[in-house]
């Protein structure tokens, strides 16, 4: 590739961070800490990288606001769905019992999905929904 289409290629940023704004900035690095993920805090900001160089990053109401004063939550149903993979079935079940020991809202129940994984839905302190899910375990009548 050559002249101005090479010139537009170099030029595309890359995607290397997801941003939830929240209303709660401790409770929401609390709820993700319970995941394993350990957060920087900068003020009304905190993020962690992820595997793969990705970060997630959370940003509390008031410091959206403060660059963008007209900004409001959305209402409605959860916008983004995160996923967490486990390393079995049962590690869903007690991250799953975990987390609504500690008070937050199952959406699933743990359950045995048609497409072969254990998944679970959870909300996050901020209604974005947050997916647990395993491979199964296989038959062992099938060996």
């Known amino acids: 590739m050559s002249g101005p289409a090479a010139s537009l290629a170099a030029m ?16 929401a690095q609390a709820f993700y800490g319970r995941l394993g993920l350990t957060f920087t805090v900068m003020d009304d900001h905190a993020e962690v ?13 008031a410091m959206v606001k403060s660059f963008h004063p007209d900004w ?5 149903s959860p916008q983004i769905h995160l996923a967490f993979g486990a390393d079995s079935p049962d ?3 007690a991250v799953y019992a975990d987390l609504i ?4 809202r199952g959406v699933r129940a743990p359950w045995d ?4 994984q254990r998944y679970a839905t959870v909300l996050d302190p ?5 997916d647990l899910y395993a491979a199964l375990d296989p038959d062992p009548r099938a060996a």
Do not use: K, T
């Open 91 to 93: 590690q869903v079940d």
């Open 72 to 76: 409001q939550r959305p209402v409605g």
């Open 12 to 27: 595309r940023p890359q995607f290397n961070a997801i941003s939830l704004i929240v209303a709660d900035l401790s409770a």
């Open 101 to 104: 020991g500690a008070g937050h």
């Open 126 to 130: 901020d209604g974005n929904g947050v």
């Open 113 to 116: 999905a048609f497409w072969g």
């Open 49 to 61: 990288e992820l595997p793969g160089g990705v970060r997630l990053m959370l940003d509390a109401e």
